[in-house]
């Protein structure tokens, strides 16, 4: 596939959104920007990415995100822009299991 640019996964912590960062990594994203509500997850997938990326300047990190507060969604959106300039690709793997 081969992508080039800056990725933000929100819910990067496990399952799709582990696979979808690893994947930015293996493909040759500049960077990823890991955002999870248990941003210890987040962080081990950051080591995960490291370790796949293929490219040499690749740059990953982990930052909490709570997806139900717009306070939260705003400040992860102002860090990516601080941290990255722009990002290129995202995706929206948030979410909670229970009863509604």
Same mark, same amino acid.
């Given at each position: &596939?081969?992508?080039?640019?800056?990725?933000?996964?929100?819910?990067?912590?496990?399952?799709?959104?582990?696979?979808?960062?690893?994947?930015?990594?293996?493909?040759?994203?500049?960077?990823?920007?890991?955002?999870?509500? !248990?941003?210890?997850? !987040?962080?081990?997938?950051?080591?995960?990415?490291?370790? !796949?990326?293929?490219?040499?300047?690749?740059?990953?990190?982990?930052?909490?995100?709570?997806?139900?507060?717009?306070? @939260?969604?705003?400040?992860? &959106?102002?860090?990516?822009?601080?941290?990255?300039?722009?990002?290129?690709?995202?995706?929206? @793997? !948030?979410?909670?299991?229970?009863?509604?």
């Amino acid at each position: &596939m081969g992508v080039s640019g800056y990725a933000l996964v929100v819910g990067g912590g496990s399952g799709i959104g582990r696979a979808c960062a690893i994947s930015f990594a293996k493909e040759g994203a500049s960077g990823v920007l890991i955002a999870d509500i !248990a941003v210890r997850f !987040a962080k081990d997938v950051v080591n995960e990415c490291k370790v !796949a990326a293929v490219n040499k300047d690749f740059r990953c990190e982990a930052i909490p995100v709570d997806v139900t507060r717009e306070e @939260s969604v705003g400040n992860l &959106m102002s860090h990516a822009v601080r941290t990255f300039g722009r990002i290129d690709y995202c995706v929206n @793997s !948030a979410g909670l299991t229970g009863f509604i």
